[in-house]
Structure formats: structure tokens, C-alpha cells
């Protein structure tokens, strides 16, 4: 008969069950960073609803004004309503329009600090939520530093951790509270007031006092030398981003690898320093590229060059990736993966870095087909899409074909 016994903080979920007189093995132990990963993995899962919500709104903002209205670009919504170009309806639209602009705008603020909310629950369970939150809003808007100058105590804003601080705070609270929970013994009536009260105040005390003295100067220090970096890197380090971006989010489709640089891209655009665009478009290229190459290898080489299930498999590849999903490609790199992974990264490499060289921006990080309209400069997104995608699909249709000359591949496709 098993024994369990409930935890006050997460349920359970950290506290080994006791088996009398069971057999089974013990659960396997996981590395700190295989640790870590999952509780980062949940902050980043549950951030993106808002990133979601704040971009579709904040896409209304940019469609009325300069795609309805036809307002220059180079105007404020604002300041269109104040040239006295526009009235009646037009007015009403950039009222509306100036509105989902700053309610977007607050929503994406709250990403960050419900990022480090639900990283923080992920370690030290529901009791950690409040505490992570407020460290991940004092990544974005950290306390003022006073200052003596010319005798007096000036305040002054420091550079913001953001991304970066926001994980610091989020580890450091989680796990501080789950050892307050445990470390602090109280009787059975005093629960209630160890979970309402106790356990709240002293975690939040610990935030302000990391957040002011360590995670703000640290992380913002770092912020600091990175931006020094890029700017002094220039365009050869946006280049160099955007390539090391596309091949690592190409190269397994939704695996670790394409994780790790989807954290180091997120990170990066929350905190406004490089936009994610060869990302975006590295996510959407391979299963366009093999969906087109299913529709023109019998033009280019003069034979169907897949087995004649993946025909149907290449168009419904395409579709998924103009909803940003990359894994309907997963079955072509599968079947044949050293020709069909190496044509996913030089295509998305092609296209992430080409879109960008044309001037391609995207700050929102979503590679779904309704989220364009917030990319800066559209046409050269596409058209980084467009080359990417058809170098894929020539470097495996020619491939393949090769292989079928050779006799080293085999297809039934009814030819």
C-alpha cells in the first residue's frame, strides 16, 4: 500500500512518496541543468500568452492608422490626430488605435515579470508565485540608486536587468521560499498565518534587498557590455547573429539545440536588444521549402524525387509553418536526414540572414503568418522567406535525385 503526503507548497510534487513494501525502482535523479531547463521552459510557456495578446492588439494599433488610414509612417497616432488631416470616423479609428497602443504596450510589459512568476512556482511551488513576480517587475523597472553629488542625494535610474535579471531573480526566489517553507516550523494553527503572512513579507524583503544590491548592478552591468558589444560588432554582428540564429533553430526542429537558441533569441528581443527576425523566418523555411520541393521536383529534374505519402505530407507542411509550426518537416529529416537537415540550415540560413541584409525587422517574437503585420519593412521579410525556402527545396530535390542516379535511394512514387 503506498503512503502519500500531501506538501503545503506545490502539492506534492518535490516530496518522495513513501512505498512500504514496494519494489520499484527510484525515480531517476536529473541534473541542475536539466533542472533548471524545465523550470525555465514553464516561465517561457507561460509568457507567451501575453506576448500573444499584447501583439495581436498591438497589431491593430499599427493596421488602422498605417495601412487603413494611410497614415505616414513616420507620424505618431497622436500626432495624426492633431494635423487635422483626419475627422468623424478616421478620428474615431485613431482614438481606438491609440488605445489598443497602450494597452498592448502593458501587456507585453507584464511578459517579463510573469515569466519570473511561473518560474519561480515551478521551483518553490505557489507561495514562490508572488515573489517572482515581483522580482521579474524589478528586472524591468528596477528601483532608483541614490547617489551623493555636490553634496546631495540625487536619484537615479539604473540600467534595467530585464531578461536576464528576471531569471536571476526568478531561481533565487523560488528556491529561497522553498527553503522558508521548510526551514520554518509552526504548529498546526499558525499555518495559516506562515502562508498568508510569514513566508510573503520575508520573501519579499529578500527580492528587494537581491533585486537592489545584486541582480540590478549585475545584470545591468551585463546588459551594458552586451549592447557595447553589438554596437561596436556593427552590421557583422547582426549578420553573425542572424546565422548562428537560423542553423540552430534549423538544425532539429523543435529540439534542444533549436530551444536553447529560442532562449537566447527571446531573451535578446525582451530586452530589446536584437530583434528575433532570422528566427522567425528560420522556423518557417524548412517546411516551406520541403512543401514547394514536393510541388516542383518533377519540373526541375523530371521525376518525383519522394515516396508518393510525403506529397500530401509536403502541403501540409506548408500550412503549418504559415501558422509558425515547424514540425510538419519533421518526417522528410527523418527519412532521409543527411540531405534534408543540411538543406533546412542553408536555407534558413539564407533567408534569416538575406531578410535581414534587406532590412527586415521583427521585434514580436511569433513566426505565425497573422503576426506579419507588425514586421517592419514586409517585403523583404517574404522575400527571405521566398529564397530561403526555394534553396531548400532545389538543395533536396537535387540531392535526392543525385542519390536516385547513384542507386543509393529507392522512392515509390508511381513515376
Known amino acids: 500500500m503506498a503512503i502519500t503526503k500531501k506538501s503545503a507548497v506545490n502539492g506534492g510534487a518535490d516530496r ?3 512505498n512500504i513494501g514496494s519494489t520499484a525502482p527510484a525515480p531517476e535523479k536529473k541534473s541542475v541543468w536539466a533542472e533548471l531547463s524545465k523550470h525555465v521552459m514553464t516561465g517561457i510557456s507561460n ?4 506576448l500573444i495578446m499584447g501583439g495581436l492588439i498591438l ?21 495624426a490626430m492633431n ?11 485613431l482614438k481606438f488605435a491609440n488605445l489598443t497602443a497602450e494597452f498592448g504596450g502593458t501587456l507585453f ?20 508565485f508572488p515573489a517572482g513576480f515581483i522580482g521579474g517587475l524589478m ?6 540608486i541614490l547617489s551623493l553629488v555636490d553634496g546631495k542625494w540625487e536619484a537615479n535610474s539604473p540600467v534595467a536587468s530585464t531578461f536576464l535579471g528576471a531569471i536571476l531573480i526568478a ?3 523560488g528556491y529561497f521560499v522553498k ?6 516550523k509552526v504548529s498546526h494553527n499558525m499555518l495559516a498565518f506562515k502562508s498568508t503572512f510569514l513566508i510573503p513579507i520575508i520573501a519579499a524583503a529578500g527580492v528587494m534587498l537581491g533585486m537592489h544590491y545584486v541582480v540590478t548592478p549585475l545584470g545591468g552591468l551585463i546588459n551594458s557590455w552586451i549592447k557595447a558589444a553589438l554596437g561596436a560588432a556593427g552590421a557583422a554582428g547582426s549578420y553573425g547573429y542572424a546565422i548562428a540564429l537560423s542553423a540552430a533553430t534549423a538544425i532539429d526542429l523543435g529540439g534542444p539545440i533549436n530551444k536553447a537558441a529560442g532562449f537566447v533569441a527571446l531573451s535578446f528581443t525582451t530586452d530589446k536588444l536584437l530583434p528575433i527576425t532570422a528566427r522567425c523566418i528560420a522556423i518557417v523555411v524548412p517546411s516551406i521549402g520541403l512543401g514547394l520541393a514536393t510541388i516542383i521536383d518533377k519540373l526541375v529534374v523530371g521525376r518525383h524525387v519522394f515516396d508518393k505519402q510525403f506529397y500530401p505530407q509536403g502541403k501540409t507542411a506548408m500550412f503549418l509553418a504559415f501558422m509558425g509550426i515547424s514540425e510538419g518537416s519533421i518526417p522528410f529529416a527523418l527519412e532521409k536526414p543527411s540531405v534534408t537537415i543540411p538543406a533546412y540550415m542553408i536555407g534558413a540560413i539564407v533567408g534569416g540572414t538575406s531578410a535581414v541584409a534587406m532590412g527586415a525587422v521583427q521585434w514580436f517574437p511569433e513566426s505565425a503568418v497573422w503576426a506579419w503585420p507588425l514586421i517592419s519593412n514586409i517585403a523583404a521579410y517574404i522575400a527571405g522567406i521566398a529564397i530561403g525556402a526555394v534553396i531548400t527545396a532545389l538543395i533536396v530535390i537535387f540531392a535526392r535525385n543525385n542519390l536516385i542516379k547513384q542507386g543509393k535511394l529507392e522512392v515509390d512514387s508511381n513515376d
Open 16 to 18: 518522495p512518496k513513501l
Open 47 to 50: 509568457m507567451i500568452p501575453f
Open 59 to 79: 497589431a491593430l494599433s499599427q493596421l488602422i492608422p498605417y495601412v487603413i488610414l494611410g497614415v505616414d509612417p513616420s507620424m505618431g497616432i497622436v500626432d
Open 83 to 93: 494635423s487635422g488631416k483626419y475627422t468623424g470616423s478616421s478620428i474615431g479609428l
Open 109 to 128: 510589459g507584464f511578459a517579463i515579470p510573469m515569466f519570473a512568476a511561473f518560474m519561480a512556482n515551478s521551483i518553490g511551488g505557489k507561495l514562490a
Open 139 to 144: 528586472a524591468t523597472k528596477p528601483t532608483s
Open 171 to 173: 531561481i533565487a526566489a
Open 179 to 184: 527553503w522558508l517553507n521548510k526551514s520554518i
